[in-house]
């Protein structure tokens, strides 16, 4: 009964996380920066009360090492938020990421000598395929929505194409920060509400340069229709509630 609780609240979690999100790059596609610095404040604050002990508490995996971690996770994180705004569709984001697995089955083989069961190996090429035909039928829909002209076509495509290759990126970073993560498991212990703790707070100085675009945002999110908070009886600009139910889920 607990296994199925728990796989229930993922599963609405993320559905959950997902729709907002989508909502939210709707209405504004270049939010991606602001949603993740919130994302970022809330991880870091509800670890730094529960897991550091407000800061009391010392960490099991010297800080240097989270340095270098926290620097792959923060590029990860933004740039895979950032990749909204070149006409990826949300449909193709989440299921372009979902090729963490190919690139963490390839890098585990080339840098660590794994070695997977046929299962494994057949599995990976199946999603790859999925991920490859969900690509191109994306290329194929964003040129005929939002080309009118033949030069408007070319640059509507390559604008997409960064997209998918900053995705792509991303991707092969995030299986190096998971490979860097699982050598230092294998040497510290594993400490995985520490790690998620500092990957979220110190990069935090970061966004200082993504300030203006942050800013900006916040204000176009507060020029938005107020709403009603159900019990509180408050009311909020609707895009900051939008903001506050994806960080939340």
Known sequence: MNTVFAVTLVFVGCCSNVVFLEVLVRDFPGCGNIVTFAQFVFIAL???IFETNFGRKKPSIPIRNYVIM?????TVSV????ALNFNIAMPLHMIFRSGSLIANMILGIIILKNR???SKYLSIVLVSLGIFICTIMSAKQVSAEKSVTQEEGVYVFLHWLLGIGMLTFALVMSALMGIFQETLYKKYGKHSKEALFYNHCLPLPGFLLLATDICNHAVLFSKTTPVEIPVIGATVPV???HLAMNVIT
């Open 239 to 241: 895009m900051w509630l």
């Open 116 to 118: 997977y069961s046929s």
């Open 79 to 82: 740039i895979n938020n950032y």
């Open 46 to 48: 509800e670890g730094f």
């Open 70 to 74: 926290v620097t792959m996770f923060f």
